[in-house]
């Protein structure tokens, strides 16, 4: 019998979940990942997102037992005891796979249902950042510090990504309690520039897009049926 293969690294797969978490935020599962990364999400949507990629990792162990087993009774090999013994190892990994998405889905039902709530009665009256707000604030999240100019004393924000952000702005902001700075470290050498959690909620809720209904969501090579599987 040729070796098992070994399963490919966790990716971002579908799972059963997905169109609530991209209708709540109104973002894709790829942005959504791609914002906790970079420190824009509020802890609430952070905790969920996490939630998801341990969803999304048992998904993946789900699909790869899938494929083994249909691998194993496609004809390929000879009927031997052989054969029947790892069938049959194949079907409990599966079944253990499934139990773990399964148990994953439910962290991310535990994470997701206060999110939807809150979405839902918070709505209507979301304040929206302005374009440039939302520009300043999401150039802030991926780090930023402020630097003052030794000979002309003028100071501005320099963020990693190379964007420059006026000093005015930042004060609006810092006024609006949505950034603050780190007051340990001198201006001259550059001084670390942070968004605040009313910052990154802010910022959020300002780049969602409401959604009336949950958007469908397309079929994805290396995707699985949701439907536990049945134990022997």
């Known amino acids: 019998m040729p070796p098992e293969p070994t399963p490919a690294p966790a990716r971002r797969v579908v799972s059963p979940l997905d169109h609530r978490l991209e209708a709540v935020t109104g973002h894709d599962i790829d942005t959504l990942w791609a914002y906790r990364d970079r420190g824009v999400l509020d802890e609430p949507h952070a905790h969920l997102v996490d939630q998801h990629r341990e969803l999304a990792k048992t998904q993946t162990g789900v699909t790869f037992y899938l494929r083994l087993l249909n691998r194993l009774s496609s004809g390929e090999f000879d009927v031997d005891d ?24 439910r962290q991310v039902l535990a994470a997701l249902e206060p999110i939807e709530a809150a979405a839902a009665a918070s709505a209507p009256d979301a304040k929206q950042l302005s374009t440039d707000d939302q520009a300043a604030l999401l150039a802030i999240a991926g780090g930023a510090k402020l630097y003052e100019h030794l000979l002309t004393g003028r100071m501005s924000v320099t963020a990693a990504s190379g964007t420059r952000i006026p000093h005015a702005k930042l004060q609006r902001l810092e006024d609006a309690g949505l950034v603050v700075r780190d007051p340990d470290h001198p201006v001259h050498a550059g001084q670390p520039v942070a968004l605040t959690g009313a910052g990154r909620a802010a910022l959020f809720a300002a780049r969602r897009t409401p959604t009336t209904q949950a958007p469908k969501v397309p079929a994805r090579p290396g995707t699985s049926p949701s439907t536990p599987t049945q134990r022997r």
């Open 82 to 105: 052989a054969l029947l013994t790892r069938i049959d190892r194949t079907v409990d990994q599966l079944e253990e796979a499934s139990d773990a998405r399964d148990a994953a889905a």
